[in-house]
Nanobody, 124 residues
């Protein structure tokens, strides 16, 4: 079993940056694809970014492309989400998720394990 734990959320002004981290336990972390999703107040949870198990392939929602970067450090069993040029509409709880299938990265139902989430608030 893999338990993701997010950190790095906080309050930032428009145009600022944050880096989220997701530390995942489990010896087979390096074999799993990982992703970030987010849920804003009153909205459904949505896909943000994903990275394949190898780290070679990355995927982004159109709304964050060019501003967010997902990466992974298998030695540290950690996935990162670097968020630049933040906007108020990026305000949400951000969740890290584990994908053992390494496929269908944008589909929430594929993900096996979820973290508790970390709050990101962007002030205008």
């Amino acid at each position: 079993q893999v338990q993701p734990v997010e950190s790095g959320g906080g309050l930032v002004q428009t145009g600022g940056s944050l880096r989220l981290s997701c530390a995942a336990s489990g010896r087979t972390f390096s074999r799993y694809a990982m992703a970030w999703f987010r849920q804003a107040p009153g909205k459904e949870r949505e896909f943000v970014a994903a990275i394949s198990w190898s780290g070679v392939s990355t995927y982004y929602a159109d709304s964050v492309k060019g501003r967010f970067t997902i990466s992974r450090d298998s030695a540290k069993k950690t996935v990162y989400l670097q968020m630049n040029s933040l906007k108020p509409e990026d305000t949400a709880v951000y969740y890290c998720a584990v994908n053992r299938a390494d496929a269908n990265y944008r589909q929430q139902s594929i993900y096996d394990y979820w973290g508790q989430g970390t709050q990101v608030t962007v002030s205008s």
